[in-house]
Nanobody
Framework: EVQVVESGGGLVQAGGSLRLSCAAS????????IGWFRQAPGKEREGVSC????????YYASSVKGRFTISSDNAKNTVYLQMNSLKPEDTAIYYC?????????????WGQGTQVTVSS
């Protein structure tokens, strides 16, 4: 059974940092991709970032580019989202999701989400 589990959310003041982790298990191939999405109350879900394990390609939403960094520790099957210079508008539930095709657009396996709250 494929599972992705997020961790690392919490409460932080504006301008602060958090690092989210996404641990993947149960997938037999190594060339998948992991994406991060977020959803704030009353708003649509937004794609934040993605990394392809096969070639290391990364993608960022314009709203987080330059502040967030996605990385992968392939030995640990874990993807990290380092979030710096956080703003109140970054407050949301953050989800990681596995794309078994490694293309950053065929998302299939979702985590349960982790809450990020940025206070002003």
């Amino acid at each position: 059974e494929v599972q992705v589990v997020e961790s690392g959310g919490g409460l932080v003041q504006a301008g602060g940092s958090l690092r989210l982790s996404c641990a993947a298990s149960g997938f037999t191939r190594d060339d998948y991709a992991i994406g991060w999405f977020r959803q704030a109350p009353g708003k649509e879900r937004e794609g934040v970032s993605c990394i392809s394990r096969s070639d290391g390609s990364t993608y960022y939403a314009s709203s987080v580019k330059g502040r967030f960094t996605i990385s992968s520790d392939n030995a640990k099957n874990t993807v990290y989202l380092q979030m710096n210079s956080l703003k109140p508008e970054d407050t949301a539930i953050y989800y990681c999701v596995l794309d078994p095709y490694g293309l950053c657009h065929e998302y299939r396996y979702w985590g349960q989400g982790t809450q990020v709250t940025v206070s002003s």
